[in-house]
């Protein structure tokens, strides 16, 4: 039995030389910084609380778990003792569910906390990660530290490189708050909540696509993630546009029917929904050869309260069908629908919205234009969307369930394989396009936007069913 | 011939008693050319049930019959065309369906081997017996050869070897509009009973025709679980023009004495292994490197030619140089450099933008390997990496013209030069060398470097670097002898030596050999290395691991120099042995250099210097990559470059880890934009002189490995082969059941959609090349192009009941485009059972 027990013991002491060695990986041995593993976070505030005269903290506000309201709580608690507790909750682009943030600002008044909600941009000016940090006094910095993968850490810093970077932060963030308090984006899509969605949905219900015609999934699923960090084009890249169009366009009218053609996701349903504003009821139809982007579609208007009706086609295989089923449509809006197809498919698409259309009805819609042939994405094009994508992820991309590898890998295969369609040319042949298949151009603009892989020209354009065809 | 049904006489055509009669000819027809022995497949007839028209049955002993159902018409046609019985049956084994032509349309070859020259020379016999050793190993063997090489009379030879040992052999000839399937088939009826058949095709005339062979070959193998070998002869551009069909064979050159002095053969060497890569080398380049004499002499002999190209003149290789074959002659032989190395030259030397090229090249497309199977497409990251590494250089350039001392830190200097060298900036270079040079002195042999006019600015950081060991036994106790403890440890030693591997590297790879310098840390490195192997401090394995790594910039290596010997030992040595390994590298100085840096510093050491291939760096490498949440940290890019050059040259799949080039370009991207400065961090200020050597070693290990897999051999087909699952449904004779026939098209279209992505990436390449530009790439466009026409048809014959052989050809171009296991374990019924 004893040689058992001092067997056993050896294990243990090996154990606790493991943990010795580990704790020693973590930690470190710098004098100016110690690091804690993720779980040590409560012990951490417990002590740091009680030692803290002016405390400046920013909050992450996406995804809170228990142990994050319990932070919260320590310091509400150390705030209410007498301690001068600043706090900036930072909202990440993508609506997260504002509830518990907004009980959670509630209490910090109650609590004598000088709380304030900083709404990010979708690309904010300056780098903000999005972790807990807490600035204590001016002497030291508490932040949580991200790897690519796995736990995060928490680091107490008292270099002054670190304080001072924290510092500036705050103070960049403090003096701006009062705009950033009242800057939601411009539409209400939950996109941080969506996205994961849509990436598990797609890798079930994506069957094909224009985009490729076995299974979309590596498109529709990574797609919301691209538009968390504005990598893709997106109805938000003509915001203004839709915006005063649609609102012209569905005001005034008590039940106008819409169709949406093509949705990579619900982004133009939230413009028109929007749009419409209140007292106006459109019926809208989303049509889209591919379930996901439906299924979303049908998410998002349930989540704002109203029904939908979706329609699984192929627009330009079954387009003429449907024609035949559908009752004329008041409006037609799709973007960027055309530039996904070689001409003659694009004419088979503008026929149909032509025959969709009751008469005065119009088309308002944004094709990419290429005044030259497009080429193909160079090497270094690519690349330099992954390091894009990756400088503006890597403050935040913990929010998502996603695995950073995994979403530079899928937007690498994205930057690949995208490609649009050139064959409509410039903007003068697009408008021409359309008169040839008998539209009346109502209104058109180009734009330029930030573009994908490189920035790019759009033609805005709003059209009308002409009385006769121009050729 | 038909003896029997002519009795019948015309009016009995088409009834029992007839069918019953031309069925018993068949059977004499093979008792006939059989000469009474045993059939290799018996052939047995009968009355269809309910139907005028005759059953054959196929059949070898302990198989299920093929069944086979002669009309009566064709029957009826054969009988009155003289057709020979065995041919109609061969036709209708071949093409069911298709109604019987006329006999001078049924493309039967009569066997003809070649005539064979009675002794062999000495290249002959090797062929034939490399052939020989080829037909064992494999089923289908492809002798690759130029016309007139000789493979047609090898093949002859090799079928005969075959044949001595007791196989059979049929050779079919292909000229005349010969058709093979049926050929095939009609003589292995008139084949006696063996128990290894080898069929030769030669003379390739039809390449449709020649699928159709392999296919239907590989039918009668199912079916009768024969063992069927086959053999072929083709030239290297038909077989490089079709991977589609040449990448399930095993191919045989014929190795083409080249006769050629032993310095024309190194310059041969030198542009086959730019060739690898499609560099058509600058002739300045070249001219810089070779006497042109030698040139000159390799264009009169056709192995080199001139071209021109947007008025810039290159040498490419003669149309008869196989760049692959060329390189694995030759790899390994003294004075022979790695591939990559002097792919990796040649790169430096032709300047980035003439770099850049086969580099965008390698990021969009890849290059095709001896057999089609090392390429895996995917952008590495690597064009942008060159692009900023000339960036960097640059901003070196800059920093080194006001400031080559950097602020008397030698430790950055010597980063620096080491970029500056790698870009081959000669004077920054100088200016830099003559700095540290004087700053140190290090001609002494046996004597370790000592700063001259006091301590240099990087020794500072040891006072650091003690007060992090100090910490270290503070928290895990004293583990080491005093002299060894933080306190105890000597810094001016420890500096020294660790500065003696830092120099190793900076003569070693200096534009400006200073043999003297270098003879002396030579020598020093001897003298200071411990019996062990160890370099001071024991407790450090990242100061050995320097040394290791500088002796190699030297260009000593595991097998040729002897410390370098003692020190890898030394480092792979268990802690427990008074070595360094610990499953992993511990770095004994707490937060500087890290268990990650300073493992990633062991397994780069250990691969640089050709350590022999253990457990431990393996180990070690899968422990670095678990260790990816740490060395990702913001703060310990440096931690992450040396990662990911240990994971880039020592991982079995390095590929995975371009991705994180994204990582350390951010960085160096913002080192750039931000300029120089301290934060605080280990090795602060050395970090964007580093930024720029790291960049350069990254692309370098990445060209190094590419290189190397373009001639690596093909994985063993058993290796290839999918994972055969049980079927979900019995299966019917011939065909393969479904898991699901969706499923089938799905991962098809991956095939479709990674070859429609290769096709249109090098249209895009070529569209930007001057016309014949770009010869690897138009050769790869082909190979793609016949590749995805072939799958497209594979895809078009997916049924919910496919024909076996639509399936095994796709398994195997799916194998040889997707790499294995590309289907996901998708099962079909494996009638032929285990082979």
Not at chain 1, 458 to 469: F, H, N, Q, T
Not at chain 2, 306 to 331: E, S
Request: proline share 6%; aromatic share 8%; hydrophobic share 45%.
């Amino acid at each position: 039995m004893s040689v058992t027990a001092d067997a056993a013991g050896e294990l243990l002491t090996a154990a606790r030389e493991a943990l010795g060695s580990y704790y020693l990986g973590v930690t470190g041995t710098d004098d100016q910084v110690v690091r804690l593993p993720e779980g040590a976070a409560a012990d951490l505030a417990r002590v740091l609380a009680d030692r803290a005269g002016t405390v400046r903290q920013i909050v992450p506000c996406s995804g809170w778990q228990d142990a994050d309201l319990f932070l919260l709580m320590a310091w509400r608690q150390r705030a209410a003792r007498g301690a001068r507790v600043h706090r900036l909750y930072l909202v990440p682009y993508g609506n997260p569910d504002m509830t518990p943030v907004l009980r959670e600002r509630d209490l910090d008044r109650d609590s004598r906390i000088d709380a304030h909600l900083l709404h990010l941009e979708v690309i904010p000016r300056a780098p903000v990660p999005m972790t807990h940090t807490w600035l204590i006094d001016e002497d030291v910095v508490v932040f949580e530290e991200h790897g690519d993968t796995g736990p995060a850490g928490w680091v107490v810093s008292r270099r002054p490189e670190d304080v001072r970077a924290a510092l500036d932060r705050w103070q960049q963030l403090w003096t701006n708050r009062h705009a950033l308090a009242h800057r939601p984006p411009h539409l209400a899509e939950p996109l941080l909540e969506s996205a994961d969605m849509l990436h598990s949905l797609a890798r079930v219900a994506c069957t094909g696509h224009y985009v490729d015609p076995v299974s979309c999934a590596w498109y529709h699923g990574i797609w919301q993630y691209l538009r968390l960090f504005d990598m893709v084009s997106s109805p938000n890249w003509h915001i203004g546009f839709y915006s005063e169009v649609l609102r012209e366009q569905l005001r005034g009218r008590a039940e106008p029917r819409v169709l949406i053609t093509g949705a990579a996701d619900y982004g133009m349903l939230a413009c028109v929904l929007n749009a419409a504003g209140p007292g106006v009821a459109p019926d809208v139809h989303v049509l889209d050869v591919c379930l996901t982007p439906l299924l979303a579609n049908r998410w998002y208007a349930r989540r704002r309260g109203t029904e939908i009706t979706t329609h699984n086609v192929d627009f330009v295989r079954a387009g003429e069908q449907f024609v035949e089923e559908q009752e004329p449509f008041d409006l037609i809006v799709s973007d960027a629908f055309l530039t996904r197809f070689p001409s003659d498919d694009a004419a088979t698409v503008v026929e149909n919205w032509r025959r969709l259309l009751r008469p005065g009805g119009q088309v308002v819609t944004t094709v990419r234009i290429y005044e030259e042939a497009g080429a193909a994405a160079g090497a270094t094009l690519v690349t330099e969307y992954g390091m894009r994508l990756y400088e503006r992820a890597k403050n935040s991309f913990w929010l998502l369930r996603i695995d950073f590898t995994e979403l530079l890998s899928a937007a690498h295969h994205y930057a690949k394989r995208m490609r649009s369609s050139d064959q409509l040319g410039g903007a003068d042949q697009v408008l021409d396009f359309l008169r040839r298949h008998g539209f009346e151009v109502v209104r058109s603009e180009t734009a330029s936007v930030a573009g994908e892989l490189a920035g790019c020209d759009y033609l805005r354009i709003v059209c009308r069913v002409a009385a006769e065809r121009s050729d | 011939m038909w003896e029997r049904a002519a009795r019948a006489g015309p009016g009995a055509t088409g009834s029992p008693a007839w069918l019953r009669a031309a069925g018993e000819d068949i059977r004499a027809a093979q008792a006939e050319a059989l000469g009474g022995t045993e059939p290799l497949l018996t052939v047995q007839c009968g009355l269809a049930g309910g139907t005028s028209a005759l059953e054959v049955r196929v059949t070898v002993p302990g198989r299920p019959p093929v069944l086979l159902v002669l009309a009566a018409a064709d029957l009826r046609a054969a009988v009155f065309r003289g057709t020979d019985p065995l041919a109609l049956v061969a036709h209708a084994f071949v093409a069911r369906d298709r109604p019987l032509p006329p006999a001078d349309q049924l493309g039967l070859a009569p066997h003809a081997p070649p005539r064979i020259p009675a002794a062999p020379d000495a290249a002959g016999a090797d062929l034939a017996a490399r052939i020989t050793a080829a037909l064992a190993a494999k089923l289908d063997v492809v002798v690759v050869g130029d016309e007139g090489s000789g493979k047609a009379v090898s093949a002859a030879r090799a079928a005969r070897l075959f044949a001595a040992e007791g196989g059979a052999a049929v050779w079919i000839d292909l000229r005349s509009g010969a058709k093979s399937p049926p050929t095939v088939v009609w003589e292995l009826l008139r084949l006696p009973r063996h128990d290894r058949v080898l069929v030769v095709v030669s003379r390739r005339a039809l390449v449709a025709g020649f699928q159709d062979t392999r296919t239907i070959i590989s039918r009668l193998r199912h079916a009768f679980d024969l063992d069927l070998r086959l053999l072929t002869t083709d030239t290297p551009s038909a077989v490089a023009a079709m991977p589609a069909l040449y990448g399930f064979y095993e191919q045989v050159p014929v190795r083409q004495p080249v006769a050629m002095p032993g310095q024309d053969a190194a310059v041969m060497y030198w542009f086959a292994c730019l060739g690898l890569f499609g560099i058509q080398p600058l002739v300045a380049v070249a001219d810089r490197r070779y006497h042109p004499e030698q040139l000159h002499r390799l264009q009169q002999r056709e192995l080199i030619h001139l071209t021109a190209v947007d008025g810039k003149v290159y040498y490419r290789l003669g149309a008869g140089v196989t760049p692959t074959a060329l390189v694995a002659g030759q790899a390994g032989l003294p004075g022979r450099a790695p591939p990559g190395e002097l792919i990796w030259a040649y790169l430096k030397m032709a300047g980035a933008d003439a770099g850049r090229a086969p580099l965008e090249q390698l990021d969009l497309v890849g290059f095709p390997g001896r057999d089609g199977h090392a390429r895996v497409e995917g952008s590495r990251n690597l064009t942008f990496s060159w692009e900023l590494l000339y960036r960097l250089g640059e901003q070196l350039d800059r920093y080194c013209a006001t400031n080559p001392d950097w602020d008397d830190n030698v430790g950055a200097a010597v980063f620096a030069a080491e970029a500056l060298a790698e870009l081959g900036h000669a004077e920054q270079w100088r200016r830099v060398a003559e700095f540290v040079r004087g700053r140190l002195s290090y001609d002494v042999p046996g004597e370790l470097p000592r700063a001259t006019g006091g301590p240099t600015l990087e020794e500072g950081d040891f006072e650091r670097i003690q007060a992090n060991m100090i910490a270290e036994d503070l928290f895990l106790g004293g583990r080491w002898p005093a002299s060894l403890l933080g306190t105890g440890v000597d810094k001016a030693r420890f500096h020294s030596t660790w500065m003696l591997g830092v120099l190793l590297g900076f003569e070693g790879s200096a534009l400006e050999r200073s043999d003297g310098r270098l003879d002396a840390l030579l020598a020093t490195a001897e003298h200071h290395c411990a019996p062990d192997g160890h370099f001071y401090p024991r407790r450090v394995p990242w100061v050995t691991a320097r040394v290791v790594l500088g002796l190699c910039g030297a260009g000593l290596t595991y097998a040729t120099h002897d410390v370098v010997r003692r020190a890898c030992d030394w480092l792979v040595r268990p802690v427990r042995e008074g070595g360094a390994y610990a499953e992993w590298w511990k770095g004994g100085t707490g937060s500087w250099n890290r268990d990650e840096a300073t493992t990633a510093m062991c397994v780069v050491a250990l691969l640089r210097a050709g350590a022999p291939a253990g457990e431990e760096v393996g180990k070690a490498v899968v422990w670095l990559r678990s260790r990816v949440g740490e060395w990702t940290r913001p703060g310990r890019e440096i931690d992450l470059a040396l990662a990911l050059e240990a994971i880039l040259l020592g991982a079995h799949d390095w590929r995975s880890s371009y991705g994180r080039l994204l990582n350390l370009l951010s960085w160096a991207n913002e080192e750039f934009r931000g300029g120089l400065r301290d934060l605080g961090l280990p090795e602060g200020t050395l970090r964007a002189p580093f930024a720029a050597a790291q960049l350069a070693a990254l692309v370098r290990v990445a060209v190094s490995r590419e290189a190397a897999a373009l001639v690596e051999p093909a994985p063993a087909a058993a290796e290839r082969r999918p994972a055969r699952l049980e079927p979900r449904l019995p299966a019917t004779a011939g065909m393969r059941l479904r898991p699901s026939v969706t499923h089938w098209r799905e991962v098809t279209r991956q095939i479709e959609e990674q070859l429609e992505g290769q096709v249109q990436r090098r249209r895009a390449v070529l569209r930007r090349a001057a016309p014949g530009g770009m010869p690897v790439v138009q050769a790869a466009y082909d190979q793609y192009t016949a590749q995805l026409a072939l799958c497209r048809e594979l895809r078009e014959k997916l049924r919910e009941r496919t024909p076996i052989e639509v399936i095994e050809r796709l398994v195997e171009l799916g194998d040889t485009v997707c790499g294995t296991g590309w289907n996901g374990g998708l099962s079909y019924d494996d009638e032929a059972g285990p082979r």
